[in-house]
């Protein structure tokens, strides 16, 4: 019906538009369904894309969108290249990657002549065990962050495979071109000419010197383009460059005989090793999300419900097949390598389904000719059917592992993977660990009282050069703005004990807080704001002590003042301050009295002083006795007469 009306129209721009709208509304209704009845949302979007496609109601033909669907993996996969955190595999390194490739391998091997069993060509099966033998990233990380698992030891396990599997994704892109020719050929034996192994070796050569060079170049260049989009301060020039660097990266890679997918998750890899992938990554997020929507949809109108009615049976017999083997082959494998029995269970079952790389190439082997419309379809709705299940896999794994309990780890192995210890423990339950944003006078102050007490901290700074000079220190520092969650989530938002919030940029300041009291409730959060007019928004939204630089600057001077006059304070005044800071200090903060019992008793009415202008940052005054809070607030250049 859509499609009538836009062909008599004939305007192409509105049809994309129209496209687009109908895309992003129907996947966003399907979305709030599965939301409500607590599934994976990426499921959603791939029932939107078949209910909406050219085989269900034909709202949307699936040729006018090619480009965009293009788009959207580039960026999607761009955004995974920038969440791999290699740091991850440190501990246990060799173990962590036998673990991810093994597993890999063994769910192939395994699966292979299953999928023959099922009718499949030797290519076509090799090309559909590749991605089914991958994880979802993205659906089993939501559920892991919103678990707060990710610092447990199962967390950190599946979190490795799955970096682990996504590098293993460029071989499995890499090995298509070869898979297509092995099913032409197939195909048509009597036609085909016998294969050079020579040219077939130096051509694979050649294509593995021009990653290296596409990596070696990467490394080189990117940093000092992200470096010099810096100078002024403009984060969305940053952004551009990034894109920029993917879409730059997935044309060479298809130039030198790879894929557009694999040329943008290299791009993303290469920037994940820099110190702006955080910021990097939260900006581009709402984009790569919007997109993530469009191609997950379009990957679903490639679904053909007549097949799935007709397979009904070969579909979930495919899904039984992919949960029971990939449950056992990664539950064994990660057992094998030193992991103790019941997190070795929880990571089997977390990561039995199939992922969004399982989808790319599913697509890329369907245009490559490997194997027929039909297997994609079907193949298609096995992984759509295992997105949707994994939540209550998950939650099955955990349940078994209760049962079974920690168990030994294997017999072979001198110690557990991530030592000794009871099972899906906390790898790390630690010390108490401060965030501090910004890195100015006043935080480098709050960073030495820390240091001396021992207390560990991340500092999060939104200027490259200290960044890069903190690095070289060994401090543990990310570059971002403050009111970037993603920033934020990065420097440890979810187990720290403290948010400190130093910038002078009160926009930053209140989404910053907002953001923090929305993860955490019982998180102590302290800010430093220039305004005394601002500091009742920031403790409405949930700031738990809030120290005002105009107020400071009049008690430091008023202190001085009297000292060096060898004059008395007001008893008044002093009894003023003491109720002040009993209130400031009390277990229940986030109702703080912002400094305001200092205005005169006898004009509660009085209007507040003047704004002044944001003072900039000058050295500290003398440390004040009490209380002890103000040594962190940095002095304004004037401040309201008493």
């Not at 019906?1 to 992003?24: P, S, Y």
């Not at 036998?98 to 030797?122: D, I, K």
């Not at 290469?270 to 581009?284: E, K, N």
Request: aromatic share 4%; hydrophobic share 50%.
């Amino acid at each position: 019906m859509v499609t009538v009306i836009l062909a008599a129209g004939g305007d192409a721009e509105r049809a994309i538009a129209l496209d687009l709208f109908v895309i992003l509304a129907v996947a966003g209704l399907v979305a709030l369904v599965m939301q409500r009845m607590r599934l994976a949302i990426i499921p959603a979007y791939l029932i939107a894309g078949a209910v909406i496609g050219p085989n269900a109601l034909e709202f949307i033909p699936t040729e006018r969108l090619g480009s965009v669907a293009h788009l959207a993996i580039i960026l999607l996969l761009f955004g995974i290249g920038l969440e791999m955190d290699i740091s991850i595999l440190r501990r246990g390194l060799v173990r962590m990657i036998v673990a991810g490739v093994g597993s890999c391998a063994l769910s192939v091997a395994v699966g292979y002549p299953v999928a023959r069993a099922f009718g499949l060509t030797a290519p076509a099966a090799v090309a559909i065990c590749m991605a089914f033998s991958l994880s979802s990233t993205a659906v089993v990380l939501r559920i892991i962050t919103a678990r707060h698992e990710l610092r447990r030891r199962s967390g950190r396990l599946a979190f490795a495979i799955l970096v682990v599997q996504d590098i293993v994704v460029l071989a499995m892109l890499a090995m298509l071109p070869a898979l297509s020719r092995w099913a032409g050929s197939a195909e048509t034996p009597s036609d085909a000419a016998p294969m050079n192994w020579a040219s077939f070796i130096g051509e694979g050569l050649l294509m593995i010197g021009g990653v290296a060079v596409l990596v070696v170049v990467g490394k080189t260049l990117l940093p000092v383009l992200l470096r010099e989009s810096l100078r002024g301060r403009r984060l969305e020039i940053m952004m551009l460059v990034g894109i920029s660097a993917a879409l730059a990266a997935a044309l060479v890679a298809q130039w030198i005989g790879f894929s557009l997918e694999m040329g943008a998750f290299l791009a993303g890899f290469v920037l994940a090793g820099t110190p702006f992938r955080h910021q990097l990554s939260g900006q581009i997020g709402p984009l790569r999300d919007i997109f993530s929507a469009l191609f997950f949809t379009t990957v679903g109108m490639k679904l053909v419900p007549g097949i799935v009615v007709d397979q009904w049976w070969v579909i979930l017999l495919g899904v039984l097949a992919l949960v029971v083997i990939k449950t056992v082959v990664i539950g064994g494998v990660c057992w094998t390598v030193g992991a103790l029995p019941a997190n070795a269970i929880i990571v089997g079952f977390s990561l039995a389904q199939a992922g969004e790389f399982s989808l790319i190439l599913l697509g890329v082997s369907g245009e490559l000719g490997i194997f027929a419309p039909g297997v994609v379809g079907c193949a298609i709705a096995i992984v759509v059917i295992s997105l949707i299940l994994t939540p209550a896999l998950a939650d099955l794994g955990r349940r078994i592992a209760r049962r079974v309990g920690s168990g030994g780890h294997a017999p072979w192995v001198r110690s557990s993977l991530f030592g000794i210890g009871h099972a899906d423990e906390a790898t790390e339950p630690g010390p108490r660990h401060i965030i501090i944003g910004g890195f100015g006078p006043v935080g480098r102050r709050i960073a030495e009282v820390l240091e001396k007490a021992g207390v560990s901290y991340t500092i999060i700074e939104l200027n490259p050069d200290t960044v890069a000079d903190q690095l070289r220190r060994h401090r543990s520092i990310v570059f971002g703005d403050i009111a970037n969650s993603h920033v934020l989530e990065s420097a440890g938002l979810g187990h720290a004990d403290a948010l400190i919030l130093t910038v002078p940029d009160e926009t930053a300041v209140l989404r910053a807080c907002m953001t923090a009291r929305r993860r955490s409730t019982s998180m102590f959060i302290a800010v430093r704001t220039g305004l005394l007019s601002q500091s009742h928004a920031v403790t409405e939204i949930g700031a738990d002590h809030v120290t005002v630089d105009e107020v400071a600057t009049a008690e430091a001077m008023v202190r001085v003042v009297m000292e060096r006059l060898d004059l008395e304070e007001p008893e008044e005044l002093e009894i003023k301050e003491a109720e002040l800071d009993a209130a400031t200090s009390r277990p229940d903060a986030g109702t703080v009295v912002e400094r305001r019992d200092l205005d005169p008793p006898e004009s509660p009415e009085s209007p507040e002083p003047p704004e002044s202008p944001e003072p900039p940052e000058s050295p500290e005054p003398p440390e004040p006795p009490e209380p002890p809070v103000k040594e962190a607030a940095t002095p304004a250049p004037s401040a309201p007469r008493p």
